[in-house]
């Protein structure tokens, strides 16, 4: 029997009173495709930045094919073969490739020579893995699916053959992840190992041969792909059965809600984020805004939740809305009935040195009943918070901690809180489940179609196309600053939505990798 | 203007430049990977102070120059203690490098010499001598060239030579070496730097040590070249112009030699002038003297191209979970 590529035996790893993994146990066969699951917070990324010298493991040992070794940083890991894609590329932005591949591993004192070799070995690995970039293009330039190449290719250029990706497909589309899946296979075809850190079930069915899943920083199982169903695995992540698709019925539209007419944005530096956006919401439905994040999404939320300027018509309700001025701010929004839960809860929905309970009030402040003449009535403040708290089963339930202290789903949850309970006409929603946990994306789904059912109108933007796909009752897709198209999400696939999010609007026939990419990068180009 | 005037205007540009440049390319070392200084000030200050005094008491200038680094990089590695290793506001370090300069350097100065705050004027040994340039006698009597070479480029000290040969090294540092790349990259990313395997607080701290050398020089040249003793508050200034000249020149060494050309320039012409006549309109020298400051904001508006600082700039380097 041949040695496991990575073997780990009772790996521990604390923050403070945090208990991140504990004792781990994990066997990575050589040549395979392994998964690692678990909701955020389960301590995949931790586990794997250990194995990658980024933290020190309090306890444990680890042995890479049949040794014992000891990883104190990540030079000793690249020394033993163990390459580290992040979820957060580790790229310098305004060096080009070739110098970001060798940073770091250069040859010699001058950098001439070694990156006149490395130009010649990046030249053969991109033919032999089908990685192709441009050594002499800057970082800034390349569209993310690129970026994430360099990454991979970086790791190959250290001699890793032993490659661990942390989340990679998180800012990719559809097209560009198959891509990506395409490389691994061929990585693993020459005799590399792939450990592949996720929390979408879907790609862990269709690449890995083995999943190991983690909960609360314990393993709780290592199962063969083949001999396992995502309902299983879904149990085994959260601990109890969960619902993978959102129950709804069908929508019932009424009268339009908002209704935007050529909506143009234009950001700091004058360049136009949105170019002529029409869309409408009627009450009692969902619109899904599909799109690569940074393609306008952002800003038309902003623009309708009143933290940004913009040009052309907005109704809601019929009446029309301003878009300039000191009566285009938040607050006269929130007096409209528009609801939002901002994209990023960390810096626009929540204060997070801030109380529970001061949080829960933000927006609606000057509500006379959270007012007596001059002062605040913060017991009122407080009594509501505590009410919403526990219905909206924010955990823990002190209205009391501050904001930081909250898992990322719990802080959602007193966003949603917050938002929904005013029961606005019209709901602005932006990545509603990001960073949220498997158990609360289940709950904030079913809050968000209840608030559908009672007639509201509710707009979402998301990156996640299951999500889009699963809640949306129409979908519009962005790209560039512009709608290339609404589809039911009846009668689409996922292939059709990636398409159009690329900027393609001719979906009946088949288009290279290479196209998909070139468009994308062109808009990213112009955006960033 | 005589021909003779815009020599001089010339010559005393260089003397002026030459602190300017020292410190400016020392910001820039430090700047790139990462650190914000604008302590530069203090340092100059220590080691124009510990510079005088030590030539002053020992009666040799390079005695007293070592001791001026010595001082400079010492105060850089306080820099580097509460910035890199404590993590703590670079903004604030800086004001209390600054302070902490102003006040320490008119103490001790007074302790030892009981002269106003001031070193004993330096004399002979004691100060840096000029040097001439090879055939600068010979070439003198060439029409406009001759007199530009032997008079303005010239007859400076040592250390004027050593801050513009400064430049094309700090350049191929930079952009030609395996440390410059990293140098570079750690002011940028520093988490690049780090998922590399290499270390992001030696290579701040080698940046930090360059800095403090450099500011070394420009004290010394300061208290023993361009004037003959420390007096109080003596840079008055002159680290915080060079630190706009940094941001004029977008962080880079080529450009900061210019930059630093010009503000020295600048202070030439209203030391010799107390009022400039364009005739049409009199300029005030205070206005002369304000216009790196001015000039400084066009450039940060964005106005004559944008200059993009390290991305990484002022941001103590933590480990992401």
Redo the contacts between chains.
Sequence with gaps: MTAPAIELKGISKS?GPVQANKDIALRVMPGTIHGIIGENGAGK??LM?IL????KADRGEIFVRGEKIEIP??????RSGIG?V?Q?F??????TVL??I?????E?????T?LGRARALLKQLSEEYELHVDPDAKIEDLGVGMQQRVEIL?ALYRRADILILDEPTGVLTPSEADHLFRILEGLKREGKTVILITHKLREIMEVTETVSVMRRGEMTATVKTAETSPEELAELMVGRKVLLRVDKDAAKPGETVLDVHDLKVRDGSGVERLRGVSLTVKRGEILGVAGVAGNGQSELLEVLGGMREGKGKVFVNGEPLDLTGAKSDARTRRKRGIGHVPEDRQREGLIMDFHAWENVGFGYHDDARYNRGLLMNNDALREDARAKIEKFDVRPTDCWQKAKNFSGGNQQKIVIARELEREPDLLLVGQPTRGVDIGAIEFIHEQIVALRDQGKAILLVSVELDEIMSLSDRIAVMFDGRIMGERLPSETSERELGLLMAGITDTEHDHTVEEVEANLAHSSGKAG | MSFLDIIQILDSTIRLATPLLLACLAGLFSERSGVVDIGLEGKMLVAAFFSAAVAAITGSVWIGLLAGIAAAVVFSLIHGLASITFRGDQLISGVAINFLAAGMTVLIAQDWFQQGSRTPALTGDARFGTIDLPFADALSGVPFLGPLYADALSGHTILVYVGFLAVPATWYVL????????L??VG??P????????SVVRLRYAAVLICGLLTGLAGAYLATGLAAGFTKDMTAGRGFIALAALIFAKWRPWYALFACLLFGFLQAVSNRYSTLDLGIIEIPNAFVLALPYILTVVILAGFVGRAIPP?AGGQPYV???
Excluded: C, P, W
């Design positions: 923050f990324s931790t930045s990658y010298g980024f933290y940083d990540s030079q000793a890991a690249i580290m992040f957060h580790k790229l310098v932005q305004n060096f110098e970001n060798v940073l770091g591993a250069e010699g004192a001058l950098l001439r070694s970086k | 952009f030609r070496t395996r440390f410059g790349l990293r570079r990259a940028e990313n988490g690049a730097v780090d998922t590399a395997g290499v991305r480990k992401e979970r």
